[in-house]
């Protein structure tokens, strides 16, 4: 925590801490999709969590949803596009999914993919490159791998991840993305 935070800093980014106690938030279980958050609450990520991240970001609706059966929200989910959710096929990602469809006011269009792991991609709108989707190799997951490949619109990078898998860490749990231009 103290080693992100001090990097967060010398960003010049606003760094908001928990200090309640009771409260716990995992980043995997935050899914952000532009227009609201949704928060799985699930073994690492509580109702007082979500609650916390609502009242830091007033703007936006955030909306709760039980996670079962995975470690988080996002090893299931994220986003592949402006207003696209990649959702894996098991039932637990379905009922996620229906809750956080029937807890939206916007539809979003969904890519579901046939694993699970295979939907926890990196979605990037770079200036230059336009749509970039980082996912799971085809080696990895080749029946998923053929679903990206049908967005035509998108950069689509595999990215080999079985060595992380075995410790839990999927390509959202590996990066942190920061929205801000380039000082180099």
Do not use: W
């Not at 960003?11 to 980043?27: C, K, P």
């Not at 956080?100 to 990196?122: E, F, G, W």
């Not at 060595?163 to 749990?173: H, I, M, N, Q, R």
């Amino acid at each position: 925590v103290e080693a992100m935070k001090r990097v967060l800093e010398s960003l010049n980014l606003n760094i908001v801490e928990m200090v309640d106690e009771n409260a716990t938030l995992d980043g995997g279980d935050v899914l952000f999709t532009g227009r609201e958050f949704f928060v799985g609450l699930s073994r690492r990520t509580n109702q007082r969590g979500a609650e916390i991240l609502a009242d830091t970001f007033k703007d936006y609706a955030v909306s709760t949803v039980p996670v079962h059966d995975s470690l988080h929200l996002k090893s299931f989910c994220s986003m592949a596009g402006p207003n696209l959710i990649a959702i894996g096929s098991s039932e637990a990602a379905q009922k996620a999914l229906k809750t956080m469809q029937q807890m939206s006011d916007h539809r979003y269009d969904k890519l579901t993919v046939p694993d699970d792991a295979a939907a926890n991609c990196i979605y990037l709108n770079i200036p230059s490159k336009g749509h970039v989707l980082l996912h799971r190799a085809p080696e990895e997951y080749p029946e998923s791998a053929k679903v990206f490949e049908k967005l035509k619109d998108h950069m689509l990078i595999p990215i080999a991840n079985t060595e992380l898998e075995k410790v839990d860490g999927s390509l959202t749990c590996c990066s942190v993305l920061i929205n801000k231009a380039s000082e180099l």
